[in-house]
């Protein structure tokens, strides 16, 4: 009996050493993740998303003693750069968005000359006012960096139709933005300042890009409607759409200006790359060689494509 009562007095010690075991390992438990427990604003979390993406692509060929014919030599580079910095807090939403781009041809035959030539800088700020739609503000830049020229036929002298700042379009623009994720934007402003600029005299002079003859900027002033959409049509194969259209309400409003540019890159691997742009700008104020030999001008459908495949690095 006696041992009885002493191993039912041992097994009751135990589990009571057990069970305060348990409550002492789970009490540490509980101070330790009250310790490394996040606060209510979670510091790690960061508003800004950055990132950027460099394209270079050179080809060059060599011909000697080819009976097909052909240039002895020809050289070409394409590079394009795009970065942007997107800010979300809240209601908050701010996108800034720089597209550069430049490319060089040099052949026996032509010699050197532009194949293209592009700034681009647009920033964009939005507060939600519904679920998806934002009161924005918008603000957009295009120019170029260097002198373009018109060659009429191989033995004309080059003519300067272009240059740095000349023209450059300059947009204010407060609307309404429906953006339900960042591959999707359309934006619309039923009022909207749009300034081109023609710094250059001698082009000022010739009342180039619609600018008044002499005068060196010309304000508009209308609606205006931008459609940007980036999707993934296929892995490692990206498209890219933007899609601007602008009416003066000053002038022939019924005239749409149109700057559509389309890009597809197909990723071949981490640093090689194929790259599809096709741009179209239509203007009616922009005057351009209907005819070179007859020398009619008249507004027409700009069109621009190139094709490359190259280096390629991700930031």
């Not at 036929?153 to 272009?162: E, F, N």
């Not at 309404?176 to 710094?199: E, G, H």
């Not at 890009?209 to 005068?215: A, E, L, Q, R, S």
Request: overall charge positive.
């Amino acid at each position: 009996m006696r041992k009885s009562i002493l191993t039912a007095i041992c097994v009751l010690l135990c589990f009571g050493m057990l069970h305060a075991q348990t409550d002492w390992m789970k009490k540490s438990r509980e101070e330790a993740s009250s310790k490394i427990k996040k606060d209510a604003i979670d510091t790690t979390h960061f508003p800004w998303k950055k990132g950027a993406i460099l394209n270079v692509n050179v080809n060059q060929g060599t011909l000697n003693n080819w009976a097909a014919g052909g240039d002895k030599f020809s050289f070409s580079l394409a590079s394009a750069f795009s970065a942007f910095a997107f800010y979300r807090n809240g209601k908050h939403n701010w996108d800034n968005v720089i597209d550069l781009a430049y490319g060089y041809v040099n052949t026996t035959s032509l010699g050197g000359r532009k194949s293209d030539d592009r700034i681009g800088l647009t920033s964009k700020y939005g507060y939600e006012i519904a679920k998806s739609l934002y009161l924005s503000a918008l603000v957009d830049y295009r120019s170029q960096f260097t002198n373009g020229y018109l060659y009429a036929s191989d033995t004309a002298k080059p003519q300067l139709v272009s240059r740095f700042m000349a023209p450059a379009y300059v947009l204010f623009s407060p609307g309404l933005d429906f953006k339900p994720n960042d591959q999707l934007s359309v934006f619309f402003s039923p009022v909207t300042a749009r300034y081109v600029i023609v710094m250059d005299d001698h082009l000022a002079a010739q009342g180039a890009f619609g600018v008044d003859t002499g005068k060196h900027v010309k304000s508009e002033f209308g609606a205006y409607f931008s459609f940007n959409w980036v999707s993934q049509i296929a892995k490692n194969i990206v498209y890219k759409t933007r899609c601007d259209l602008f009416s003066d309400y000053k002038h022939n409003p019924q005239n749409i200006d149109v700057f559509w540019t389309n890009t597809l890159n197909l990723q071949v691997n981490r640093h090689i790359s194929a790259n599809i742009s096709l741009d179209m700008i239509y203007d009616d104020d922009v005057k351009v060689f209907e005819n070179t030999k007859t020398g009619v001008m008249g507004p027409r459908l700009q069109i621009k494509e190139v094709i490359g495949v190259g280096f390629t690095a991700k930031f």
